[in-house]
């Protein structure tokens, strides 16, 4: 499926304070700065009726997410594709009660979306039921949140290395940047079990296959997310840009940034796809498995160290990571393209752990 770049106007620029340097270091990975912007045209501007998400759920979904991380630039964005709901908008801005202020489905949307934000691996799916979302309809504002959650993890990172600041303030509240580490963490093969019904095989469109090439189609996690189509197309583009781009950082630490995005969100499961690769293309698996055996505390090389602290820094909310962890990377000799690349792959895993926590569970896990 062809992905067509969006020209005129780009969102992520403003959410990460809209620097020349920013954009500047944007350039050097092209194509996903057209497919952000496809993306979130795709969940936000949807041409058509999509799955029946409302534009102002999706929007109070990514405000409240926005509202979380403290990003000032995205707050203002959001809260504007509200102007029909101005008093609910507020009402997301100041974290307080919506019931009774907003729609069932609006306040079913926002509570997920901050659910999935700041605690993934506790999120349920019984609230968005009960205020009558169908399957599909989870997927898309699961989509929508978890985007909105990978817009202000990329957007800090690329102001990280752009300014030297993340753009989020401190919050006193926010987890700890340490990875945790422990038994549950393994590079076995595990398995991912859908809590909504995923596309049945012959459901699969020729659509869905070329959105998902490289992929495997017919696993549970992709016709899970087939639900939505248009949005998975653009995903998938940015997974493999975001990972399978040339030059820059290696690929054996793109997937290292992944595990330590993934280990602080505790999934489980991408945490065993992306260790097992990380072990794999590195040639060695010993420093994997230190890592998921004693997080942060795990002797690692220094490159590696440094690498999984930034990555874990731009997990919790706001994010944490500082100009002193780039600049280590830096004296070690990462290039811009290749620190680009450490921020674009941990962004990418904010969003992924939130759909894998969300959507579905592995086994040995709790329902």
């Not at 599909?136 to 957007?155: D, G, N, Y």
């Not at 016709?223 to 997974?239: F, Q, S, W």
């Not at 811009?336 to 939130?354: K, P, S, T």
Request: hydrophobic share 45%.
């Amino acid at each position: 499926m062809s992905i067509p770049v969006t020209r005129g106007h780009d969102v992520l620029d403003r959410f990460a304070g809209a620097a020349p340097e920013v954009t500047r270091l944007r350039a050097l990975r092209p194509e996903l700065v057209g497919l952000e912007q496809r993306a979130y045209d795709e969940l936000f501007h949807p041409q058509g009726p999509g799955t029946g998400v409302s534009a102002a759920e999706r929007a109070a979904a990514a405000l409240a997410v926005a509202v979380e991380h403290r990003r000032a630039p995205a707050v203002s964005h959001y809260r504007a594709l509200l102007t029909r709901d101005p008093g609910v908008a507020e009402r997301i801005v100041a974290r307080a009660p919506l019931e009774g202020h907003a729609p069932p489905r609006t306040a079913a949307a926002v509570a997920h979306a901050r659910q999935l934000t700041r605690a993934p691996a506790e999120a349920r799916l019984d609230a968005l039921r009960a205020a009558g979302f169908t399957d599909p309809q989870i997927v898309t504002v699961s989509q929508a949140a978890a985007f909105a959650h990978h817009q202000m993890q990329l957007a800090a990172g690329l102001q990280l290395l752009a300014t030297g600041e993340s753009g989020t303030g401190t919050d006193p509240g926010a987890p700890s940047t340490t990875v945790d580490g422990g038994p549950r963490f393994t590079t076995d093969v595990l398995t991912w079990r859908p809590a909504i019904r995923p596309l049945a095989r012959e459901e699969l469109t020729e659509a869905h296959r070329t959105a998902l090439a490289g992929k495997r189609p017919d696993t549970p996690y992709f016709r899970t997310l087939g639900h939505d189509l248009g949005i998975l197309a653009v995903r998938t583009a940015i997974d493999l840009a975001a990972f399978t781009a040339e030059g820059g950082l290696p690929r054996a630490e793109r997937e290292l940034a992944a595990t330590a995005v993934s280990l602080h969100s505790g999934c489980v499961y991408c945490v065993s796809v992306h260790a097992r690769r990380a072990a794999q293309l590195h040639g060695d698996p010993e420093p994997v498995d230190r890592l998921l055996k004693y997080g942060s505390t795990a002797v690692l090389g220094r490159r590696w160290k440094l690498i999984v602290r930034l990555a874990a820094g731009l997990a919790p909310v706001p994010a944490t990571a500082a100009d002193a962890d780039v600049q280590a990377l830096r004296e070690l000799g990462l290039s811009e393209l290749a620190l680009v690349d450490l921020v674009h792959c941990a962004a990418f895993f904010g969003w992924a752990n939130r759909l894998m926590l969300s959507l579905g569970t592995v086994d040995g896990e709790a329902g």
